[in-house]
């Protein structure tokens, strides 16, 4: 939205600007880094867990109001292998599967 000249003459005035800029680049690229990361080298289930402590972190609450479709569509696989993962994770007191939530206990 800022034109190229403004940001260049702005990247040599203001060291807070140039700073802003580069840390938000540097956020954006570990954003990044981390997605292909889990996308190539990291299990369902390893991305499930990941993903549902994201969102703990991110709502603060233990208890997610989630569809078992919601997680599916969100890291690109089907439901049933959400369902099953989900259960295993249940099994081992990670999580509790009620109807349209999920609380998370590790």
Same mark, same amino acid.
């Given at each position: 939205?800022?034109?190229?000249?403004?940001?260049?003459?702005?990247?040599?005035?203001?060291?807070?600007?140039?700073?802003?800029?580069?840390?938000?680049?540097?956020?954006?690229?570990?954003?990044?880094?981390?997605?292909?990361?889990?996308?190539?080298?990291?299990?369902? +289930? +390893?991305?499930?867990?990941?993903?549902?402590?994201?969102?703990?972190?991110?709502?603060?609450?233990?208890?997610?109001?989630?569809?078992?479709?919601?997680?599916?569509?969100?890291?690109?696989?089907?439901?049933?292998?959400?369902?099953?993962?989900?259960?295993?994770? +249940?099994? +081992?007191?990670?999580?509790?599967?009620?109807?349209?939530?999920?609380?998370?206990?590790?």
């Amino acid at each position: 939205m800022i034109p190229n000249e403004q940001v260049n003459d702005w990247m040599g005035k203001y060291p807070s600007w140039r700073n802003f800029i580069i840390s938000s680049y540097a956020s954006r690229m570990n954003e990044m880094l981390q997605a292909v990361d889990n996308l190539a080298f990291s299990n369902m +289930e +390893e991305r499930i867990l990941n993903y549902l402590k994201a969102k703990v972190n991110l709502t603060n609450d233990r208890i997610l109001t989630l569809t078992h479709q919601d997680i599916a569509s969100d890291l690109n696989t089907s439901r049933v292998v959400v369902s099953r993962i989900l259960k295993k994770l +249940e099994n +081992e007191d990670k999580i509790v599967l009620l109807r349209n939530e999920i609380r998370v206990l590790i």
